[in-house]
Nanobody
Framework: QVQLTESGGGSVQAGGSLRLSCATSGYTVSTDCMGWFRQAPGKEREGVAAIDKDGTTSYTDSVKGRFTISQDNAKNTLYLQMNSLKPEDTAMYYC??????????????WGQGTQVTVSS
């Protein structure tokens, strides 16, 4: 059974940094795509960053140059380093993973989320 557990969220002021972690159980990072999503109140969930099994990364335009997705194969953990945070980054952040080789277009497994709040 696959379990994804996010941590590292919190409250920071604009310009600050946070690092989110996603610990996995029953799933080996680098097997397939993993990603970070977020959902703000009243808004649809959006993809923030993804990393495929070859280590190729992608980002939504609004976070390019500020966020970095990475994974530690030894710790079986996915990370999202978030720098220069803005109030509009405030959202619940979710980790996701897949093992069906759908080219990061769909994810089978989801974590419960960790809240990020950025104040101005």
């Amino acid at each position: 059974q696959v379990q994804l557990t996010e941590s590292g969220g919190g409250s920071v002021q604009a310009g600050g940094s946070l690092r989110l972690s996603c610990a996995t159980s029953g799933y080996t990072v680098s097997t397939d795509c993993m990603g970070w999503f977020r959902q703000a109140p009243g808004k649809e969930r959006e993809g923030v960053a993804a990393i495929d099994k070859d280590g190729t990364t992608s980002y939504t335009d609004s976070v390019k140059g500020r966020f970095t997705i990475s994974q530690d194969n030894a710790k079986n953990t996915l990370y999202l380093q978030m720098n220069s945070l803005k109030p509009e980054d405030t959202a619940m952040y979710y980790c996701a993973a897949d093992d069906r080789e759908r080219l990061c277009t769909d994810y089978a497994y989801w974590g419960q989320g960790t809240q990020v709040t950025v104040s101005s």
